[in-house]
């Protein structure tokens, strides 16, 4: 029997050679920039300036620390956003009492910038890592609430009379026919809620922190060390990507057995 031919742009050696074209080129270009003098050092280090940073705090030990310290803030800080999310999401989603009485203030918390909630949580939490993870769960929140509400709201009502013909009621409905029909929109909350908690992570950083990411971008800016800036730059981009391809490879296997 023969398999179906895998369009080119679908093959999986093709996404990887393909998904590493541009950031060579951006790395070459960087190299060419620094090397030629077209940018003063002070500006834009070379890349073999940014390894030797990175190869510097390795051997101190303090590169995998802070590596660590940031990848454990933001994945407590979305596990406990991304729960209280869902459990949200399908009230406002299940429920019109529940849209009418929290969607106006949850869209107007929505708005409120991630700098904005730093001095209240210090002063509520003080600053040790309560305040820093809490910060992360705000970010991570609100877009799997938004993703999953706005999904739940537009299942299938035919669906669900079919599942109700069947004598599925409640949790049961909720968890046998309502949560598989959304699914695909909590995986892509889920996603969108991982890359907000790395972006509120630098924010909940700079709560006082002496170690993690965020910390080795705000102590190296006040000493001037660009390379320093760089190498947590790319630390955080990697960490986002890898961070996202896990929840991706999730998504697949999720959607390929309840979708």
Sequence with gaps: MRHARVPFWSRRATRVVGGAVLPLLLLAAWQ??????????YQLPSPASVWAAAVDLAGRGDLATHVAISVQRV??????GGGVALVVAAVVGLSRAGDVL????????RAVPSLAWVPLLILWMKIGEDSKVTLIAIGAFFPIYTTVAAALRHVDPQLVEAGRAFGLRGV???RSVQLPAVLPAVMSGLRLALAQAWLFLVAAELIASSMGLGFLLTDSQNNGRVDRILLAIVLLALMGKLTDSVVALAEKQLLRRFA
């Design 172 to 174: 049961t409905l909720f």
């Design 75 to 80: 994945l407590v800080g979305f596990a406990l």
């Design 102 to 109: 929290l969607a106006p203030t949850l869209a107007a918390i």
């Design 32 to 41: 060419y920039v620094t090397t030629a003098g077209l940018v003063a050092p």
